[in-house]
Nanobody, 125 residues
Framework: QVQLVESGGGLVQPGDSLRLSCVTS????????MGWFRQVPGKERESVVR????????NYADSVKGRFTISRDRAKNTVYLQMNNLKPEDTAVYYC??????????????????WGQGTQVTVSS
């Protein structure tokens, strides 16, 4: 079973920041593409940002460019999603997921085969 444990969600006001964390295994962290995705009830899950297995290629959704940043901590086998200037439309359940072995950050959502339990982010005044 693939370990992907998200945390860091919560209720914030527009303009606030949050940092999500995704702890995984060393094997996943070092050899698999990974990504953050989000889903709103009644809508399809969408990509927020995807990163290649080595961290060299990042692919952000247009809606979050300039506001969200993905980063990795090798010592902690953790992938972060720093979310700044949050907007109400960012409200969703955010998921961390594992992509292909030695995958690029450009692979699509269909290539992600393991998902965390999700963490709720609510942006509301």
């Amino acid at each position: 079973q693939v370990q992907l444990v998200e945390s860091g969600g919560g209720l914030v006001q527009p303009g606030d920041s949050l940092r999500l964390s995704c702890v995984t295994s060393e094997l996943t962290f070092r050899t698999y593409a990974m990504g953050w995705f989000r889903q709103v009830p009644g809508k399809e899950r969408e990509s927020v940002v995807r990163i290649s297995w080595g961290g060299g290629v990042e692919n952000y959704a247009d809606s979050v460019k300039g506001r969200f940043t993905i980063s990795r901590d090798r010592a902690k086998n953790t992938v972060y999603l720093q979310m700044n200037n949050l907007k109400p439309e960012d409200t969703a359940v955010y998921y961390c997921a594992r992509g292909p072995l030695y995958g690029s950050g450009s692979v699509g959502i269909d290539d992600y085969d393991s998902w965390g339990q999700g963490t709720q982010v609510t942006v509301s005044s």
